[in-house]
């Protein structure tokens, strides 16, 4: 069973000029062949998303134009312009649109779907969209149409700001991507506008960010990041929020997007493993998306100086939105005109930054969470999410029941590369059901290939065990399969168990269900609308690997080692010197040394 959004990484697309090109011509084969007599462009089994899509494909076929002249263009440019201005602005307020702020305004907007009342909700982030087709427009359209169609674009074009911004409340759905794709529109427009209008409307632009994203960020894993709907980031928005980003730096200059883009890209790169495989999220657990993050991971590759480009995106939609049948659908088609026009080309290596939130390494990666737990361990081609117990999850020490992850206090993390070897030391104070402090030291190494975890805490009663993970997929090729195994080996008695309960908070890894699936099984609200990771956090059990206590630690102290990667007998000693704590492999030294004068812990490594 492979999973079904997490496919190629996005760097693998070809981005020349001739690829694009290439692109644009099917694009152009497809609409011509599609071309209605009204001059409709939208795919016949588009339903919902569809207020924006036919003028979407005007857009891409005005940049073909531009970039070919094929004389068969101009006639289906002006068609399908006249049937968006014709058919799909909206002037008359949709029933049961509940984000109103003044009532029969006038103002043209867009619709989620074309049925008076029909899901009205969505009808904001459309209007959007169609705000974005329509200044792509009218970017692309010189020779085209005429001054009197062009200025009726440009009309249409400032109501649909003037909606957005006045008729309704802004980003009713709390969706960064949505927020930052209006502002993108906003400074777009302005430049088509004449002054003094074309100033206020950038000022406002501006302004909107400032206290509509800027001011309800959201902190994670130690960056302020634009919230989206409802978390601080989406595995699937969050890049479409880079790339809106990206494209609002390009075209205004203003610092503060290049700023908030960099702090975006390097969460996204310490988050992400370094096969590209990404999970969790406010809206969507697994689902990437794919053209639609170009733009921003390729930008910010290069100001940050890391392989964004790794990221797995839906390759079904490598190049625009398609639907069921590989047809071509208009919605987000200003991505790819944007991407197109930008001559950024991705940065492939990766960056050699230590990552608070990340230890990466050849093709071993583990991504951390803001209390230093791994959230996803990559070693051997192998996905491993944080395992349930009890209802709590982590990566820890379990004793009694009790998961020892959760720190009571400030998290030390130092960050050594020695001899090829890379690693990451976690001290962490922890409290148990007894009351009684504890620091976890997590030692985390590894020579790119395999990947050595050993953690200590002082003695713990009753037959404690390290919860080490719940091995989740596995790289198939350029697809992501579903797995419950990989190669794993530790130092004390190793066990790999299932759930014995049934039913949707207990996560068996041999069923053939995601974790977004389960995640959204137990989130409150209709796929979709409900939080999946909230869901997920409701999950009782989980498949696991128990790691037992390594063999003769020192009295006070339990160890558990366990090395992910590779089968191959481990065998681990610890032992208690002067300089610290030793740890010593076949591969590695390791001495965790006591804490420095600002309190924190001392890491000294050496390959065997």
């Known amino acids: 069973m492979h999973l079904t959004h997490q496919r ?88 049961g649109y509940p984000n109103l702020r003044a009532r029969n305004s006038g103002l043209p907007y867009a619709r989620y779907t074309l049925a008076a009342g029909a899901h009205p909700i969505g009808d904001w982030p459309s209007t959007v969209w169609a705000l974005l087709q329509a200044v792509n427009l009218l970017d692309t359209a010189d020779g085209l149409v ?29 969706a960064g991507n949505q927020a930052i794709g209006c502002i993108v529109g906003g400074l777009m427009l302005a ?60 075209v205004s200059g203003e610092e503060v997007f290049a700023q908030d883009g960099d702090a975006l890209a390097r969460y996204i790169d310490a988050r992400l493993t370094n096969g590209g495989f990404d999970n969790g999220g406010p809206r969507y657990s697994e689902q990437h998306s794919g053209f639609e993050s ?98 709590q999850h982590g990566f820890g020490p379990v004793t009694d029941g009790f998961l020892l992850c959760r720190p009571m206090g400030e998290v030390r993390v130092r960050d050594v590369r020695a001899d090829g070897l890379t690693a990451k030391l976690v001290t962490k104070p922890v409290v148990g059901r007894d009351h009684v402090l504890r620091h976890v030291r997590s030692l985390y190494v590894t020579d790119g290939t395999t990947l050595w975890t050993t953690v200590a805490v002082e003695r713990l009663d009753g037959t404690p065990y390290l919860l080490a993970g719940l091995p989740y997929a596995e790289d198939d090729g350029d697809r992501v399969r579903r797995t419950a195994e990989g190669a794993v080996a530790s130092a004390g008695a190793l066990r790999l168990t299932h759930p014995d309960a049934q039913g949707p908070d207990h996560f068996d890894a041999r069923a053939e269900t995601t974790q977004e699936q389960a995640a959204f099984a137990l989130a409150a609200d209709p796929r979709g609308y409900g939080n999946p990771d909230e869901g997920w956090r ?71």
């Open 8 to 95: 190629g990484p996005l760097h693998d697309l070809p981005d020349s000029p001739q690829a694009y090109d290439a692109v644009l011509a099917d694009v152009v084969e497809q609409a011509l062949a599609r071309l209605t007599p009204e001059g409709n462009l939208e795919h016949p089994d588009c339903v919902d998303d569809i207020g924006d899509t036919s003028l979407g494909i005007t857009s891409l076929l005005a940049l073909a134009w531009q970039r070919t002249k094929d004389p068969r263009l101009p006639e289906a440019v002006r068609r399908s312009l006249a049937f968006h201005l014709r058919e799909r602005v909206y002037t008359q307020d949709n029933p």
């Open 146 to 174: 005429d001054d009197e169609r062009r200025g009726e674009l440009l009309e249409v074009a400032r109501g649909y700001w003037s909606w957005l911004t006045e008729a309704t409340f802004f980003n009713p759905q709390e």
């Open 191 to 250: 430049s088509h506008l004449p002054s003094p209008e074309r100033e206020s409307v950038r000022a406002r632009a501006l302004e909107l960010y400032t206290d509509e994203i800027l001011a309800h960020r959201v902190r994670d894993r130690g960056a302020l990041l634009p919230p989206e709907h409802g978390g601080a980031y989406d595995n699937n928005y969050g890049p479409i929020s880079l790339s809106f980003l990206a494209q609002a730096h390009r």
């Open 294 to 391: 170009v733009l921003g991971l390729r930008y910010f590759s290069r100001r940050i100086g890391s392989d964004l480009g790794r990221y797995r995106g839906d390759t079904r939609w490598g190049r625009h939105a398609v639907k069921a049948d590989g047809g071509i659908d208009g919605h987000f088609a200003w991505m790819l005109v944007w991407q197109i026009q930008d001559a950024t080309r991705w940065h492939r290596e990766p960056s050699s930054t230590a990552a608070r939130h990340q230890l990466r390494a050849g093709t071993v990666s583990v991504a951390f969470d803001d209390r230093m737990t791994p959230s996803l361990v990559e070693a051997g081609g192998t996905y491993y999410l944080p395992a349930a117990v009890g209802r």
């Open 538 to 608: 409701h999950l009782i059990s989980s498949t696991a690997l128990e790691v037992g206590p390594a063999p003769d630690a020192p009295d006070d102290l339990h160890v558990f080692a366990v090395r992910y990667g590779s089968e191959e007998k481990l065998t681990v000693s610890v032992e208690r010197g002067e300089e610290g704590l030793t740890v010593r492999t076949a591969a590695f030294t390791a001495v965790l040394g006591d804490a420095d004068a600002q309190g924190e812990p001392e890491l000294a490594l050496r390959a065997a």
